[in-house]
């Protein structure tokens, strides 16, 4: 069972973002799950970068 509108309620899982792709052939990835979990740490990983991620 995964994250949905229903399960969080509309105002978790919808915050506004808009993503565009720069590209067709784009990918766009998500990083999902509990606070606490290494979401952040899995992101700077990947980037090289040192940022805080919601």
């Known amino acids: 069972m995964g994250l949905s509108r229903e399960s969080m309620g509309i105002k978790s899982v919808d915050c506004g973002l808009e993503i565009k792709k720069r590209a067709a052939g784009d990918l766009v990835i998500a990083l999902a799950?509990?606070?606490?979990?290494?979401?952040?740490?899995?992101?700077?990983?990947?980037?090289?970068?040192?940022?805080?991620?919601?």
Do not use: A
């Open 33 to 54: 799950g509990n606070p606490n979990v290494g979401k952040s740490t899995v992101f700077n990983q990947l980037t090289g970068m040192n940022q805080h991620t919601c």
